[in-house]
């Protein structure tokens, strides 16, 4: 059965900064391994541009088995991008959605047989919202940021999550595993 999976690293004090955590190489495997079994990825505008950094690196590889891996799957699979500032994207394995996130969402359920991986806080949050997200994957980094974009600011209502398993990597990173209660 095709699961809706949130996935997204933060910070201790809860922030999304693509800066804020530790990229090392067990990071880089485990998305890669996530995306590789994904059968579609879906962003926000400003997440799409800063993933738009991975498209050099299938040109000009890093020689870093772990980052040019990870390039490659950010590569392949099929990019969903809501936008209402961009009219055009240079990926080719990305294309602007032409309805709302849970009618994307809905149509892709029925159309694939692998997960659908939300990779954007604007987006995680507003899935969560319509009840659309069947597993949470935070990636909580052993760092204090201070200031930033927290991930559950429009959260305005408790939600009751049910932990599903956990991941300890070598840089002191957890990755926390929820479903919805």
Same mark, same amino acid.
């Given at each position: 059965?095709?699961?809706?999976?949130?996935?997204?690293?933060?910070? &201790?004090?809860?922030?999304?900064?693509?800066?804020?955590? /530790?990229? =090392?190489? +067990? @990071?880089?495997?485990?998305?890669?391994?996530? %995306?590789?079994?994904?059968?579609?990825?879906?962003?926000?505008?400003?997440?799409?541009?800063?993933?738009?950094?991975?498209?050099? &690196?299938?040109?000009?590889?890093?020689?870093?088995?772990? /980052?040019? =891996?990870? +390039? @490659?799957?950010?590569?392949?699979?099929?990019? %969903?991008?809501?936008?209402?500032?961009?009219?055009?994207?240079?990926?080719?394995?990305?294309?602007?959605?032409?309805?709302?996130?849970?009618?994307?969402?809905?149509?892709?359920?029925?159309?694939?047989?692998?997960?659908? @991986?939300?990779?954007?806080?604007?987006?995680? %949050?507003?899935?969560?919202?319509?009840?659309?997200?069947?597993?949470?994957?935070?990636?909580?980094?052993?760092?204090?940021?201070?200031?930033?974009?927290?991930?559950?600011?429009?959260?305005?209502?408790?939600?009751?999550?049910?932990?599903?398993?956990?991941?300890?990597?070598?840089?002191?990173?957890?990755?926390?595993?929820?479903?919805?209660?």
């Amino acid at each position: 059965m095709t699961k809706v999976i949130a996935a997204i690293n933060m910070t &201790l004090d809860g922030y999304c900064d693509h800066t804020g955590g /530790i990229a =090392d190489e +067990a @990071l880089h495997e485990h998305y890669s391994q996530l %995306i590789r079994h994904g059968g579609a990825i879906l962003y926000g505008s400003v997440t799409y541009r800063l993933m738009q950094y991975w498209q050099d &690196l299938i040109h000009k590889p890093t020689g870093n088995k772990s /980052i040019d =891996d990870f +390039a @490659l799957a950010i590569d392949n699979i099929p990019k %969903i991008v809501f936008s209402k500032s961009l009219n055009t994207l240079d990926w080719d394995t990305a294309k602007l959605a032409s309805s709302s996130i849970k009618t994307e969402i809905s149509r892709l359920k029925k159309e694939m047989d692998r997960d659908i @991986l939300i990779g954007s806080p604007s987006l995680i %949050i507003q899935s969560m919202k319509l009840g659309l997200v069947d597993e949470l994957q935070l990636c909580v980094h052993p760092v204090i940021l201070g200031s930033g974009l927290p991930l559950f600011k429009d959260i305005t209502n408790r939600t009751l999550l049910k932990l599903l398993k956990t991941k300890t990597l070598p840089s002191g990173a957890i990755i926390l595993y929820y479903a919805p209660n």
